[in-house]
């Protein structure tokens, strides 16, 4: 008996050993296998994305401060025959690019305000959306000051953009497909919704928030087939997100957990580092944890998605540090969004559901 199990451990072993010796040496092999994991990572979203539902997905939720599990801001939202990026901050493309969230007929990009994490990663997804067909100028649609950006980065680009054309051919880079065309949404006062897309059910609402000196600086509502998301942008606690965010399914709002950010300020004055008072004056213009949930309940809203998430959250001890005090004014519907949540809210129906696409 003892020889026939040794038999067969050894037999499992050759087994073993051989198949390892097929892949670490046969090219053959290796390109197979590479074959189907390529395959089978392209197939997977095209199909998910459904037009009976309204998609959401994070595809950065960090801010300037660097953070290896987050991407500056970023989100994509997909509404039928639409397809909106909401802020395109540096890494938001290598995440959309790693969920394979197809990217190639974005009707828009909106931009919320013009701090550099809200817009430098805007080539990336500019480049590879024209990479994946996109014929026309990328539409961005921003408050006043959008023109600007939009031929900073044309004219910056520009010599990039001729060295593609010339390699791959107008036919598969169109010339017109190089550029930005900057739509600049004036949103007069902070009473008025400004309607900035209406079309095939999908309608984009811009709004005012509170970011100053940023000003002005907008947060959008996407809504279709009677289901709603809401950015709030970057803001301080103010109630406009809850006015126009007014029984929204989901507010993705943005928050900095101060008290977390006062020990980093004390920690950096303690060292003689200038830093330190970054960190005391960035606390003025954005939400803490607490104040988001007070505005989410005040919109009615069913699920808040914590956003542009201040400070670095590397475990479970610093994510609880930084919700204290949230359970006792929200205790349901409030989660910490990552990159890579995907929010699916199907049509005719009350459902939020969660998929995590890491
Ligand atoms: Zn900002
Ligand atoms: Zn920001």
Known sequence: MKRLVAAAVAAVLVLFAAGF??????????????????????????????????????????????????AQSCAIVYAGEHVFVVDAGLGGWDRLAAFGLPVGNITGVLITHFHSDHISGLPDIALNSWASGRREALAL???????????????????????????????????????????????????????????AGVKVTAFRVSHEPVEPAYGFRIDYKGRSVVFSGDTKEDRNVATFGAGADVIVHEALAAHMVDLLGEGLAARGDRRSKVMYDIQDYHATPVQAAKVANEAGTKLLVYTHVVPRLPNALAERVFLRGVSDIRKRGVMIGYDGLYLRLPAGSEKIETIDLR
């Open 21 to 70: 010796a097929a892949l670490w040496f046969s090219d053959d092999v290796q390109d197979a296998m590479l074959r189907r994991v390529v395959q089978s990572n392209m197939a997977f979203n095209d199909a998910v994305l459904d037009p009976e539902a309204l998609h959401v997905v994070l595809c950065g939720t960090g801010s300037p401060m660097p953070d290896p599990d987050r």
């Open 141 to 199: 649609y921003g408050p006043p000051g959008v023109e600007t950006v939009a031929a900073g980065f044309d004219l910056a680009y520009s010599l990039d953009d001729g060295y593609r054309i010339a390699h791959h051919g107008p036919d598969f880079f169109s010339e017109e497909g190089a550029n930005f065309r900057p739509i600049t949404v004036d949103v007069p006062d902070r009473d008025t919704g400004v309607t900035v897309f209406e079309d």
